[in-house]
């Protein structure tokens, strides 16, 4: 795992991820001791030459004491006014433990729909560019005031990965309260910490169904998803206990390792693959399956069944087998009214019937990301 250690030592940009459980106490206040010590952590890569992006829980549980609140809220409109008294006493916190190494920090809230919409995803990567360039830390936290399904479902790990893809990081670094994942749950005799993890087939049949703290949202499994994520774009992965922050940056034996697994792809076809919403359905044959699983052919209608759903040209669409299982997403090339009278004829046949602009790909390869197995 030489290649993942010196991805988190070396001069390059490094996102990291706290979770809540890492950052408050017992008695539900901001722990600042623990959140001075992560920033003493990240100012130290800094000086190191690194861009350190910093993707932040916690605003809903820093937001409890002050509104005299025991437990997280269960409905939506208390944690959303809870999360936006909490925001506020986070950014401070930071601002003042970053101050002290005479660096600036940068707030940028995001929700999910910010990385699903194509346009909103280049915004938040010009906004990141800029602030890495100007020297400022920014420090990304979901935007839980004015989040619906994402406050009660979601949690930062899934957004970590994503502003991994969006800035093109090196690594990723997710701090929880666990030291790592192991073959079975902490705690069970004979479980050992596994200590890397080269492809994701190596750890099928790991339980990972224990959660964290109960002020957290995510456990092992988004832990893992954001793993897959990341590491399907390139970025090297570590996953350890926020006590151990500065052994895992430098790249140390703690935690779990994960290598990358893909290859970094444009922007593009980074949101494509991770963050986009699909606006319809290519059901493809099983020919088709296995010729776009290679990952070098173009999709043609002579190997689509079915379409679903409503898109024009340009759209993202989700190309899925005969039983259902996503394979692909891809750019369509054709609005879904054009593409019924062209599924199952070769392009010769489309050539003759409908005209020489039907006789091309409804998803040209360069436009198309393969959907990993299992994913």
């Known amino acids: 795992m030489e290649d993942v250690g010196a991805a988190l030592t070396a001069p390059g940009r490094v996102v990291v991820k706290v979770g809540s459980s890492s950052l408050t106490g017992a008695d539900g206040y901001l722990d600042e001791v623990a959140l001075v010590a992560l920033v003493d952590v990240l100012a130290g890569m800094h000086s190191r030459g690194q861009q350190v992006v910093l993707v932040t829980s916690g605003s809903i549980a820093a937001g409890l004491v002050p509104l005299g609140l025991s437990a997280r809220p269960t409905d939506l409109?208390?944690?959303?006014?809870?999360?936006?008294?909490?925001?506020?006493?986070?950014?401070?916190?930071?601002?003042?433990?970053?101050?002290?190494?005479?660096?600036?920090?940068?707030?940028?809230?995001?929700?999910?729909?910010?990385?699903?919409?194509?346009?909103?995803?280049?915004?938040?990567?010009?906004?990141?560019?800029?602030?890495?360039?100007?020297?400022?830390?920014?420090?990304?936290?979901?935007?839980?005031?004015?989040?619906?399904?994402?406050?009660?479902?979601?949690?930062?790990?899934?957004?970590?990965?994503?502003?991994?893809?969006?800035?093109?990081?090196?690594?990723?670094?997710?701090?929880?309260?666990?030291?790592?994942?192991?073959t079975a749950a902490p705690g069970t005799p004979g479980a050992r910490r596994i200590a890397s993890v080269g492809a994701f087939e190596e750890i099928d049949g790991v339980d990972i169904s224990q959660r964290g703290h109960s002020l957290g949202t995510g456990g092992m499994v988004t832990k893992l998803e954001a793993a897959r994520i990341a590491t399907g774009s390139g970025v090297a992965v570590v996953l350890a206990a926020a006590r151990d922050a500065a052994a895992a940056v430098a790249?140390?034996?703690?935690?779990?390792?994960?290598?990358?697994?893909?290859?970094?792809?444009?922007?593009?076809?980074?949101?494509?693959?991770?963050?986009?919403?699909?606006?319809?359905?290519?059901?493809?044959?099983?020919?088709?399956?296995?010729?776009?699983?290679?990952?070098?052919?173009?999709?043609?209608?002579?190997?689509?069944?079915?379409?679903?759903?409503e898109f024009e040209a340009g759209d993202p669409v989700e190309l899925v087998g005969p039983d259902g299982t996503a394979v692909a997403r891809g750019f369509a090339r054709f609005a879904a009214h054009q593409i019924p009278s062209m599924l199952g004829l070769s392009t010769a046949a489309i050539r003759s019937t409908l005209g020489e602009e039907y006789a091309r790909e409804l998803v040209h390869v360069d436009d198309l990301v393969v959907v990993a197995r299992g994913k």
């Not at 360039?133 to 949690?155: C, K, M, Q, Y």
Request: aromatic share 4%; charged share 20%.
């Open 77 to 182: 409109a208390t944690a959303q006014a809870t999360a936006s008294v909490g925001q506020g006493l986070l950014i401070g916190a930071y601002a003042r433990a970053f101050a002290r190494h005479d660096l600036n920090v940068g707030q940028v809230l995001l929700t999910a729909d910010d990385l699903t919409r194509r346009a909103h995803y280049g915004n938040a990567q010009r906004a990141l560019d800029r602030l890495l360039e100007l020297g400022v830390v920014p420090i990304v936290n979901e935007n839980d005031t004015v989040a619906t399904d994402e406050i009660r479902f979601g949690d930062n790990d899934r957004l970590a990965a994503l502003v991994a893809t969006v800035v093109h990081a090196d690594a990723l670094v997710l701090l929880t309260d666990v030291d790592g994942l192991y």
């Open 251 to 309: 790249g140390e034996d703690v935690g779990t390792l994960f290598a990358p697994t893909g290859k970094r792809s444009t922007n593009r076809l980074q949101w494509l693959a991770h963050a986009a919403k699909t606006r319809g359905q290519l059901v493809l044959d099983e020919g088709a399956v296995r010729a776009v699983r290679g990952g070098k052919a173009s999709l043609l209608a002579a190997g689509v069944s079915a379409v679903r759903g």
